[in-house]
Nanobody, 116 residues
Framework: QVHLVESGGGLVQAGGSLRLSCAAS????????TAWYRQAPGKPRELLAE???????NYGDSVKGRFTISRDNAKNTVYLQMNRLKPEDTGVYSC??????????WGLGTQVTVSS
């Protein structure tokens, strides 16, 4: 069974940066699409970024120009570099993998809190 584990969350000030990691127990990222989601308090889960097995990335409007998704197949890890963070970026960030929505594999999430 494929397991995804997120790490790198924490507390940062507005304007700061964080780099999230999503590590997989198997070599899933090279043959699938991987996505990062965010769920803010009281709001639906939002798709932030996706990267395909070929390396093509797309982003949600709220993070375009600020967040970058990348993949290291050798390490079975997908990253989300988050720059110029805003208080509204606060939420639980989860990674998912599969072949598009709905994704079949999910991590449990990591908390990101951005203070003003």
């Amino acid at each position: 069974q494929v397991h995804l584990v997120e790490s790198g969350g924490g507390l940062v000030q507005a304007g700061g940066s964080l780099r999230l990691s999503c590590a997989a127990s198997g070599s899933i990222f090279s043959i699938s699409t991987t996505a990062w989601y965010r769920q803010a308090p009281g709001k639906p889960r939002e798709l932030l970024a996706e990267i395909t097995n070929s390396g093509r990335a797309n982003y949600g409007d709220s993070v375009k120009g600020r967040f970058t998704i990348s993949r290291d197949n050798a390490k079975n890890t997908v990253y989300l570099q988050m720059n110029r963070l805003k208080p509204e970026d606060t939420g639980v960030y989860s990674c998912a993998a599969g072949y598009g929505e709905p994704y079949g594999y999910w991590g449990l999430g990591t908390q990101v809190t951005v203070s003003s």
